[in-house]
């Protein structure tokens, strides 16, 4: 800070005393409480005006904790209700592609999509908000961990690894039956609700869709994570349940991999994955009821 800012920060912090002083001596009562409330909103009314850089209220309701995730398409910010101080995700578009019409028709189709969905293990849209500036944001409630980063970061036990894995097949069990598939399954997109990843959630509907939709149909131009996509999708084709499927099979493979036994000591949970990668999607199980009971014998024939 220059010397012209401090003195000027100074004399603020001085002004900012005598207000405090003057709203002390009021009667304490409806009155003082009625100043404070429109005092702080003129501050959040006027703040915006001073500001030079892109706001950093968010429907006058939340401040932005960081920047978490940026990319040529997406934006996530972390929020904190000013009054709740509680944590939330917002995903929006980077503020240079507010007027690209594709990802704002693309965010919207998820917020309205995954705005619908009710289950513990997906990761609920709480509103689809309108910024000043016109972006559609997806407000979703702070997931302090993705898989990414715990696989990145720790090994898995054997108990945990099927913990996940049924978590997975029943968030999937219920989108399938919905009739959407998520067709971007990946560890980047699957959060943990609390520290010690125990409860598991999906995220990022980008890519979902419902049965009678195409991705050409909506003007869709990315693809889903190739270490994850099944085969078929990689090929063109149109994602359908058990390329959800296949995934699970990729991320039970590198759970597996890194669990604290080490790979070979979890025989039954890598034939599991291996079943869940065929290249052919009809060598996989035929659904996720039918993964989850597999899941299920591997896990009772080795005590899990
Ligand atoms: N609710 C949340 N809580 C915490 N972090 C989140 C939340 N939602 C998203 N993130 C973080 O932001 C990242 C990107 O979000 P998301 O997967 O929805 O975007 P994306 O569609 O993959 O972006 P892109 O357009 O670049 O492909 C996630 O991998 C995760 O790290
Ligand atoms: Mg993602």
């Keep these: 800070m220059s010397g012209d800012e401090k003195n000027e920060y100074a004399l603020v912090s001085a002004r900012f005393s005598a207000l405090w002083a003057a709203l002390g001596q009021a009667p304490a009562g409806e009155a003082r409480r009625l100043t404070i409330d429109r005092l702080r909103d003129a ?15 968010i429907a006058n309701s939340f401040s932005v904790d960081e920047i978490v995730y940026a990319s040529e398409r997406t934006l996530v910010m972390k929020l904190r209700h000013r009054d709740l101080g509680t944590a939330h995700a917002l995903k929006t578009l980077p503020p240079d592609r507010r007027d690209d019409v594709v990802l704002r028709q693309w965010l919207l189709h998820e917020g309205r999509l995954a705005g619908a969905l009710e289950n513990p293990n997906i990761v609920a849209i709480r509103a689809t908000l309108r910024l000043a500036d016109g972006r559609p944001a997806l407000l979703s409630d702070w997931m302090p961990a993705t898989l990414s980063q715990c696989l990145r970061e720790r090994a898995f036990a054997a108990s945990k690894i099927a913990g996940i ?54 003007d869709m131009a990315r693809g889903a994570h190739p270490d994850f996509a099944a085969p078929e999708q990689l090929g063109g084709a149109r994602p359908e349940p058990r390329s959800d499927l296949y995934a699970c099979g990729r991320i039970l493979h590198e759970l597996v991999e890194r669990s604290d036994a080490g790979g070979v000591e979890l025989p039954k949970l890598s034939a599991l994955a291996e079943q869940l990668m065929q290249p052919d999607p009809a060598d996989r199980p035929h659904d996720t009821m039918a993964a989850a009971a597999l899941l299920e014998d591997q896990c009772r024939s080795c005590d899990l």
């Design 43 to 57: 501050l959040d009314r006027g703040h915006s005006r001073l500001a030079p850089h892109a706001p950093d209220l």
């Design 165 to 218: 894995m049924r978590s997975l097949f029943s968030a999937l069990g219920y989108l399938h039956a919905e009739g959407i598939v998520h067709g971007d399954i990946s560890p980047a997109n699957l959060l943990f609700a609390d520290e010690d990843c125990r409860c598991l959630k999906i995220a990022d509907f980008g890519l979902a869709l419902r049965q009678e939709e195409l991705h050409q149909d909506l």
